[in-house]
């Protein structure tokens, strides 16, 4: 299907809900028959851009309640514009975990491509011995410590954290800060490794005992916020009400405990404890260390998230931030997991 007619599609579908595939074809005036209009409409709502309601010559056309979420954006641009340039939801959207309830969030063909590369995580895993298997986690573990510390702006290396966290070595003219939220970060990750059904079921008491380890030693304080935050580089303004932030993160509990699939629950995990901002500090942190804690209890790979660049991760948050939109942060994960099931164990 070209670009420009699934464009077209589309924007005729959101000026004109419920419509037939005749009155798009005429609508349009689209120089196609209605055989190959029927597998374009059915492309679309497999990659959930529309959805359907009806049944044969009943059958009508909607615009997805998710196509504004799962809609690709180009980053390059979008940030071209300057912070209070930019139109966006500068405020936490109440109404985006119902529209997140029941929506899927991968397309056929990702959704086709996680399953495989986790098939191959399997296999890989079949042909280990214990303590090779022990080895890779750990390998992957320092990998995730270093690259989720340096989102944070960290300034240990890779090969410093290595030492740090196998010979509890510091790297000179570091500060004791940066040492603790790497150790804090390995810490978790082992607690986790150890109990590897803790987050099961997922609940808010247990996401703020993870955050306690992440963001001990650390000046920042515990448990859910009480005061108003700021996020650099945005307009959007997280909750400020304590109450209402511990009823967000509560229903994100309850939303991903309902879920069945595996790579929906992390991905959800990863951004909406971020988007949430529950914390006064350590909000992305204890975002990536719960959503593998996810995968690692139902013994799907775990991410390092190593090949991503710090300032790449930021936009496509902000993005989320921003627009409630899932695209670019949803390609980060399908990446990041192709990389980690390719590159350990």
Request: with cysteine; net charge negative; proline share 3%.
């Amino acid at each position: 299907m070209k670009n420009g007619r699934t464009d077209s599609i589309i924007q005729y579908v959101r000026e004109h809900p419920g419509v037939s595939s005749s009155d798009i074809i005429t609508g349009l005036g689209l120089n196609i028959s209605p055989a190959t209009l029927r597998r374009d409409l059915a492309l679309l709502v497999a990659d959930n851009k529309l959805s359907v309601e009806g049944q044969n010559k009943g059958t009508r056309y909607f615009v997805s309640p998710t196509y504004d979420m799962l809609a690709p954006i180009d980053v390059e641009m979008y940030f071209k514009k300057e912070i209070d340039q930019r139109k966006i939801i500068d405020h936490f959207n109440f109404e985006l975990l119902g529209i997140l309830k029941d929506a899927p969030l991968f397309t056929k063909r990702e959704h086709e491509k996680l399953i495989g590369l986790q098939q191959q995580f399997r296999e890989n895993v079949a042909k280990l011995t214990p303590a090779q298997y022990k080895k890779e986690m750990e390998r992957l573990a320092v990998d995730l410590s270093w690259k989720s510390s340096q989102i944070e702006g960290n300034t240990y290396s890779l090969l410093e954290t290595e030492r740090l966290l196998l010979e509890k070595e510091t790297a000179s003219g570091k500060s004791l800060g940066e040492a603790t939220m790497l150790l804090n970060h390995k810490e978790a990750l082992d607690y986790l490794i150890e109990n590897p059904n803790y987050l099961q079921p997922l609940s808010v008491a247990k996401i703020e005992n993870i955050h306690g380890i992440l963001i001990h030693d650390l000046d920042a304080d515990r448990n859910i916020r009480t005061r108003r935050i700021g996020i650099t580089g945005t307009n959007y303004r997280p909750l400020d009400n304590e109450f209402q932030i511990r009823e967000a993160l509560d229903d994100v509990c309850d939303l991903v405990n309902r879920r069945e699939d595996i790579f929906e629950k992390a991905l959800l995990l990863l951004v909406l404890i971020s988007y949430i901002q529950p914390f006064n500090d350590g909000n992305k942190r204890t975002a990536r260390i719960v959503s593998n804690a996810e995968l690692m209890a139902n013994y799907y790979c775990p991410i390092s998230f190593r090949t991503i660049d710090s300032v790449e991760y930021k936009k496509a948050m902000l993005v989320f931030y921003e627009q409630n939109n899932i695209s670019v942060f949803k390609q980060i994960f399908i990446d990041q997991f192709e990389f980690a099931v390719t590159t350990y164990f």
